[in-house]
């Protein structure tokens, strides 16, 4: 099975609001976790990703962090808009010659304009 | 071209049928890998290729599912004696040297009737 989860299958949130999109994983020799986000139709596009020896990172109105004691990775949207309406996955990278990427099974977002 | 591209983007195929799936990755891009979708589920890892080499094929679900990267830039995925539970999403995904972000095609869209 996976190793990586997610908490809530879905979020719902008022569009200006910050939204926070959580997931647990198992793997503790993962050496990244990454941040796809997936539009109906399209395959996954890359959002952020984090060295596991970080605990936070930030992008364009998003910000990653994670916590290696309780396995636990979060994804904020701050300011989130229509277009950001879509469903996010969490990954991990896993060494296996080079390295692959395992996805869980995803949360779908929804903005109320 | 400018992205990952896959093709066809629909297949309908009778059960029993053998099927292939064509990815034109990233030109420059070393690793490529293969992704099942089910509706509604995350992307699951099928298999890894660095260059022509398979380096991982052990998310590949049976023996009737086969993939090659002969020359180390197409791939096709191969799946023999197609069965309904074959009916999914099917996503490539290639990736520069050294770098974390896999940028993914639209995915083929297979059903098996």
């Known amino acids: 099975g996976e190793s990586v989860g997610l908490h809530l299958p879905t979020l719902s949130v008022q569009e200006g609001d910050n939204s926070i999109i959580n997931c647990a994983y198992s793997?503790?020799?993962?050496?990244?976790f990454i941040w796809y986000k997936q539009e109906s139709g399209k395959g996954p596009q890359f959002i952020i990703d984090?060295?596991?020896?970080?605990d936070k990172r930030q992008g364009q109105r998003v910000t990653v962090l994670l916590n290696k004691t309780v396995k636990h990775l979060s994804l904020q949207i701050a300011a989130t808009q229509p277009g950001d309406s879509a469903v996010y996955f969490c990954a991990e990278n896993i060494m296996t010659g080079g390295f692959k990427t395992i996805f869980g099974a995803g949360t779908r977002l929804f903005v109320k304009a | 071209g400018a992205g990952v591209s896959q093709s066809p983007r629909y297949k309908v195929a009778k059960r029993g049928q053998d099927v292939a799936l064509r990815c034109d990755p990233i030109?420059?891009?070393?690793?490529l890998f293969w992704y099942q979708q089910a509706l509604g589920q995350g992307p699951e890892f099928l298999t890894y290729f660095q260059n022509e080499a398979q380096l991982d094929k052990s998310g590949l679900p049976s023996d009737r599912f086969f993939a090659e990267r002969p020359e180390g830039s197409v791939s096709t995925l191969k799946i023999q004696r197609t069965q309904q539970e074959d009916s999914a999403v099917y996503l490539c995904?290639?990736?520069?040297?050294?770098?974390?972000?896999?940028?993914f095609g639209q995915g083929t869209r297979l059903t098996v009737v």
């Open positions: 030109s420059g891009h070393v690793s």
């Open positions: 995904a290639s990736r520069r040297r050294g770098n974390t972000e896999a940028f």
């Open positions: 984090i060295r596991s020896n970080m």
């Open positions: 793997n503790s020799a993962s050496d990244y």
